[in-house]
């Protein structure tokens, strides 16, 4: 296991000062944000020019890019397309995880079954690996529905988001279930009234998380996804988690 950390971590900043903000912190591992809104980069700007996506992604100041986080917000008839272009961005960087959202509660099962056997399919033309994000407010926030969603999709991995098993309606109970399934993690810490507070004043147990990854053979990143606060200051906190999960490896 590593520790990397998402471009999100300094959202407020244009990607190229976000990469940068990482390597003083002596990140050298990045997960960057391909997201219609909030992203450092949108999947319809990757869509329309590839090679100039290419050219940014590859512009990433030495740090090494571990995944890419990918929400698209296009219609049916060009969702898939944007979703393709990311993968051909992906195979053209050496990169092999990508972090898709689960749709909203209420979508019906079969047609998120449908929808995310159509990215593992499309990922896998570019030899890329979908792991489907835990979310609270979405149809992962149930980690029970989540291995049901990966036994039906050969192939579908899960991005780990633990903040979301505590804070969300799922409440601090085990999701132990979904573990072979982990491609990716993301972390910060967490408490059951508060999504994101001070590393070690919440409830993310970091050794316990990662004594069961490795239990599970898990050999990827363990990616920093602190959003920007007020009341919070950034590079204090990004330093800390970092020395923190190094130490536990």
């Known amino acids: 296991m590593y520790v990397a950390a998402t471009t999100r971590c300094f959202a407020n900043l244009p990607l190229d000062a976000a990469l940068q903000r990482l390597v003083d912190l002596e990140y050298s591992l990045v997960e960057i944000m391909i997201h219609e809104t909030g992203g450092h980069l949108k999947p319809s700007l990757v869509a329309a020019d590839l090679e100039g ?23 049916e008839s060009e969702y898939y397309e944007q979703f393709a272009a990311c993968c051909r961005l992906a195979k053209a960087t050496k990169v092999i995880a990508l972090t898709v959202r689960a749709s909203e509660l209420g979508t019906p099962f079969n047609a998120e079954v449908e929808r995310l056997r159509e990215l593992v399919r499309i990922a896998s033309l570019d030899g890329a690996v979908v792991g ?28 780990l988001d633990p903040s979301h098993f505590i804070f969300g309606p799922h409440r601090g109970g085990s999701y132990e279930q979904i573990m072979p399934y982990v491609i990716h993690v993301r972390l910060r810490d967490t408490t059951k009234d508060r999504f994101q507070v001070r590393v070690g004043q919440g409830d993310i147990e970091y050794g316990r998380l990662i004594s069961q990854l490795f239990k599970n053979n898990y050999q990827r990143a363990l990616s920093v996804d602190i959003e920007p606060m007020s009341d919070l200051d950034q590079a204090a906190e990004m330093r800390k988690i970092r020395l923190l999960l190094e130490s536990l490896l």
């Open 53 to 75: 996506a290419i050219q940014t992604c590859r512009d990433t100041r030495r740090l090494g890019t571990i995944g890419y986080s990918v929400d698209i917000e296009a219609p």
């Open 132 to 159: 489907l994000l835990t979310e609270a407010g979405r149809i992962t926030q149930d980690p029970v529905t989540v291995k049901v969603l990966c036994d039906n999709v050969k192939g579908l991995g899960v991005t």
